[in-house]
């Protein structure tokens, strides 16, 4: 069963959105660690991309758990004069920092593709090197919540408005076999009493959407199972979410271990896009 590990075998590991529901992705590296499973590149969009943009920096994942359960809503907000966003973004930056130890692109230990949105142009930014910071932080910014970051000359949003989870991405980098995680949205019924309401809602129902047809291209999919009790907010439950990341990919495991034992590596080159790219 672990012949593939001597013979380089090894999984794309691709990581979607999610918010506090993506801190699942952290259980999921805990079981993939565990058990020896070479992640040679990880593909991420927001939450996902900073879940693996730690990792690759070399966050110990005790420690990126420690973070996980002391983080807060308070910990990111910081309100400003709206005109493209009502939070500043500022303190997520600190945040972000803190989590890939100011490194870049470049001293990551397994590459490192991030997603982003170009919200003026409907088009998708994928990053493999530039300011990693930077590039994290509009990873992760949800339009309408958090101010857009301008790279490049580019007014870029959250990854996860065209790439829930960005397989297809992932497949147009890398040809080999491929791993997605997939933290679902929590889509709620009931009465909208403010604009934050009403953006998380929007989100959660395009989200729930694109995923629909992303998630399918993947080799294997890990679906966590997060019911309604856990939104992309409650990040007070990460011992939940986490719990369940690693409930979802142990439950995987074997069947990961059989497809990297007989799967046929493709001798394509892996990994020719330049270091972003547009639609």
Known sequence: MM???KKGRSIMLVLGGG???GLAHIGVLKVLEKEKIPIRRIVGTSMGALIGAAYSAGMPLNRMEDMAHKFSWKTIFDPTMPKMGLLAGKK???VVAELIDNKGFEQCKIPLTVVTTDIEKNERVVFQKGDLQNILCASCSWPGIFNPIRIDGRLLVDGGIKNSVPTRIARS???GYMVAVDVGFCVKEGKI???FEMLMQSFQIMGEELNHYQARISDVMI???LDHSIDQVA????REAIA???KATAEKVGQIKRMLSVYSFPSLKIGAKPEKWRD
Do not use: T
């Open 193 to 195: 009493g403010n604009i």
């Open 92 to 94: 997520l930056a600190l």
């Open 3 to 5: 012949g593939f590990l």
């Open 19 to 21: 918010s506090a529901r």
């Open 235 to 238: 990040f007070d439950k990460s």
């Open 173 to 175: 980098i890398d040809p």
């Open 223 to 225: 679906k966590v199972d």
């Open 244 to 246: 369940e990341g690693e």
